[in-house]
């Protein structure tokens, strides 16, 4: 059974920084390509980065330059890391792969930007 298990969330004033963090059971995070996804309130879930087996990064327009998703294959961990957080940032973010349909999604991580 594959488990995802996010970590690292939590409240931060505008313009803070994060370092989110997928601990996932087996080489999953070497093998396939991982995404880091969010949900707010009332919205559906969206894709915010990926990244492939080789090591190319994608992100969506409105985190380019602020966030950067990374992975150690050695310990089967996915990072996010986010710099200057804004408020629309606020959302449960989830890791799960990005081709062949998603694994149960894990608990996710509350990230609130609020002063």
């Known amino acids: 059974q594959v488990q995802l298990v996010e970590s690292g969330g939590g409240l931060v004033q505008p313009g803070g920084s994060l370092r989110l963090s997928c601990a996932a059971s087996?080489?999953?995070?070497?093998?396939?390509?991982m995404g880091w996804y969010r949900q707010a309130p009332g919205n559906q879930r969206e894709l915010v980065a990926d990244?492939?087996?080789?090591?190319?990064?994608n992100y969506v327009d409105s985190v380019k330059g602020r966030f950067t998703i990374s992975r150690d294959n050695a310990k089967n961990t996915l990072y996010l890391q986010m710099n200057s957080l804004k408020p629309e940032d606020t959302a449960v973010y989830y890791c799960?792969?990005?081709?062949?349909?998603?694994?149960?999604w894990g608990q996710g991580t509350q990230v609130t930007v609020s002063s």
């Open positions: 799960n792969r990005f081709t062949f349909g998603p694994f149960p």
């Open positions: 087996g080489n999953i995070i070497e093998v396939y390509h």
């Open positions: 990244i492939t087996t080789g090591g190319i990064t």
